[in-house]
Antibody, heavy 120, light 108 residues
Framework: QVQLQESGPGLVKPSQTLSLTCTVS??????????WSWIRQPAGKGLEWIGR???????NYTPSLKSRVTISADTSKNQFSLKLSSVTAADTAVYYC????????????WGQGTLVTVSS | SSELTQDPAVSVALGQTVRITCQGD??????ATWYQQKPGQAPVLVMF???NRPSGVPDRFSGSSSGNTASLTITGAQAEDEAEYYC???????????FGGGTKLTVL
């Protein structure tokens, strides 16, 4: 059973860069059957897909955040990461990492989520 | 605004049937996937593809699709089904993932 765990600072100052890491256990991020995504959820609001990284290393981001987002992977550590630059209070949210299945076209495993607050 | 539209809230009497819908142009070409989220928890996959339930999801959950509308039906709703339900699929370009705004299901 694959497990995902987000980690990173819970507080980021405005204009700075938010950085989170997702550590995957019980499965390899190099498996060609899956891709790896970040998804966020502001308090009391819905889910917003941020982007994904494929096993090839190529990435795909939601258009509204594309200019500020970078997702990368470290296969040696079985981790993938999110960087979101120039953050504002609007980026305050619970951030989830998730595994996407090509076959099922679904997110079949999720991390527990980590709250990131943007505030000075 | 999301490219997938869901009713914000739906209620159902205990033991009755409820249908939660998701509308969007991309659903004419791609299946919707459904997630259940309870307060303070991560979303959980409950339906994918044409009508496929992951292991562990009760068979009272079923999925269907017609035109630009996908539906998640709960036949014989239980108290533990009270949650927020999200659909997701691709956007109109087919290259990105989008989520619906979510439907809060109340079991009366």
């Amino acid at each position: 059973q694959v497990q995902l765990q987000e980690s990173g600072p819970g507080l980021v100052k405005p204009s700075q860069t938010l950085s989170l890491t997702c550590t995957v256990s019980g499965g390899s991020i190099s498996s060609g059957s899956y891709y790896w995504s970040w998804i966020r959820q502001p308090a009391g609001k819905g889910l917003e897909w941020i982007g994904r990284i494929y096993t090839s290393g190529s990435t795909n981001y939601t258009p509204s955040l594309k200019s500020r987002v970078t997702i990368s992977a470290d296969t040696s550590k079985n981790q993938f990461s999110l960087k979101l630059s120039s953050v504002t209070a609007a980026d305050t949210a619970v951030y989830y990492c998730a595994r996407g299945s090509w076959l099922q076209e679904s997110f079949d495993s999720w991390g527990q989520g980590t709250l990131v607050t943007v505030s000075s | 605004s999301s490219e997938l539209t869901q009713d914000p809230a739906v209620s159902v009497a205990l033991g009755q049937t409820v249908r939660i819908t998701c509308q969007g142009d991309s659903l004419r070409s791609f299946y919707a996937t459904w997630y259940q989220q309870k307060p303070g928890q991560a979303p959980v996959l409950v339906m994918f593809g044409k009508n496929n339930r992951p292991s562990g999801v009760p068979d009272r959950f079923s999925g269907s699709s017609s035109g630009n509308t996908a539906s998640l039906t709960i036949t014989g709703a239980q108290a533990e089904d009270e949650a927020e339900y999200y659909c997701n699929s691709r956007d109109s370009s087919g290259h990105h993932v989008v989520f619906g705004g979510g439907t809060k299901l109340t079991v009366l």
